[in-house]
């Protein structure tokens, strides 16, 4: 993976850094069986959690972001995630063995998001890891969610190095959009939840990783 010297590398959250897909999913399962539907299974919500309330209610009403309830029903999952996005949620495995390394090679390091900072806030404050991050953008914090590059340019900024000297990791189609935009090298976490576009080979990554602590691998490499 070559290009300019890494200076930072930034992730993505869910599905790359965290397994937030328990508590996702559970909350808008909690919506069915409130309406007296049967619960579904962790397994169905899973591959869809990178979509957030999209995604959710997909899995759960087999409903489309074009339908006229769906604002509401947004609004009632965004409630129902609050009250338990901490229940559940786990750091992947290797994570912060990752992120350790990566400091003691002087490496800056942080999160491009498209969660709402209504989220992102609560969960990276009362998470250990995200202590030691330079950066934390949510899709609200700038005008612009990805997979425009907008957010990428504001984290590079914040950690005060080119964004051409940035590395973005994400599990999702958008992120390798968006990093690419914004001139990072990307690498597609595999590991993650990646959704209905499980072919990561189709995004044009400059690379993939099937568990957080190949990266260690692709920076020695490069």
Same mark, same amino acid.
């Given at each position: 993976m *070559?290009?300019?010297?890494t *200076?930072a590398v930034l992730?993505?959250?869910d599905?790359?850094? &965290? ?9 808008? !399962? *909690? ?7 049967a ?9 869809? #959690?990178?979509a957030g ?8 009403f ?7 309830e769906f604002?509401a029903?947004?609004?009632?999952f ?5 009250q ?8 992947f ?6 992120? !350790? ?6 490496l800056?390091w942080?999160?491009?998001?498209n969660k709402?900072?209504?989220?992102t806030?609560p969960l990276?404050?009362? &998470?250990?890891?995200?202590a030691?991050a330079? #950066?934390?953008v ?7 969610a *990805?997979?425009?590059?907008e957010?990428?340019?504001?984290a ?14 994400? !599990?999702?189609?958008?992120?390798? &959009? ?7 090298r ?9 959704g ?7 995004w044009?990554? !400059? ?5 957080p602590?190949?990266?260690?691998k692709l920076?020695?490499s490069?």
């Open positions: *070559k290009g300019a010297e *200076k992730f993505d959250l599905g790359t850094l &965290i397994d937030s897909a328990p508590d996702l999913g559970a909350a808008a !399962d *909690k919506m069915r069986t409130d309406r007296g539907l619960s579904l299974p962790l397994d169905l919500y899973r591959p869809m #959690a990178g309330a999209r995604g959710m209610l997909g899995v759960a087999g409903i489309t972001p074009e339908a006229a604002p029903l947004r609004e009632e965004f409630v129902t995630y609050e338990r996005m901490l229940l559940n949620t786990q750091v495995d290797g994570v912060q063995s990752l992120i !350790d390394a990566l400091r003691e090679h002087g800056l942080g999160v491009v998001t709402s900072m209504r989220f806030d990276t404050r009362s &998470i250990p890891l995200f030691t330079g #950066a934390v949510s899709g609200d914090t700038t005008p612009f *990805k997979p425009h590059p957010p990428l340019h504001e590079a900024r914040r950690l005060g190095v080119p964004s051409q000297a940035c590395i973005y990791v994400g !599990d999702d189609e958008r992120d390798i &959009i968006a990093g690419r935009a914004a001139g990072m990307t690498v597609a976490a595999t590991y993650g939840y990646m209905s576009q499980g072919d990561s080979t189709r044009n990554a !400059d690379a993939s990783i099937s568990s602590l190949e990266l260690l920076l020695n490069a």
